[in-house]
């Protein structure tokens, strides 16, 4: 498989798939025959790389629910109901 790292992001969906590697210096330019050439190639879509991303009201809330947990967890006040602890016990003992 070949990666073309030196595609620029602005080129087109076509450029980097149809260039030949350059042959290096004492092997012979000819592919082996049945076997195909892998190709790779990075588009960049900026508004879907943009969707993947969480915006910051996300990130915030997360680390806001992070900060709470680490507080009760070190006051020593995090209460986990007793249905829980006996699921978890019962869960285990099916393993």
Do not use: C
């Not at 709470?68 to 829980?84: F, Q």
């Amino acid at each position: 498989m070949r990666i073309d790292l030196n595609t620029r992001a602005t080129e087109g969906a076509g450029n980097a798939v149809d260039r030949p590697a350059a042959a290096p210096a004492g092997k012979a330019a000819e592919p082996i025959t049945g076997q195909g050439e892998d190709t790779a190639q990075f588009l960049f879509d900026r508004v879907k790389t943009q969707a993947l991303t969480p915006d910051s009201a996300q990130i915030e809330a997360g680390n806001l629910r992070i900060d709470a947990l680490r507080k009760v967890l070190a006051d020593g006040t995090y209460n986990v109901p007793p249905e829980l602890i006996a699921g978890a016990i019962v869960a285990e003992a099916r393993v």
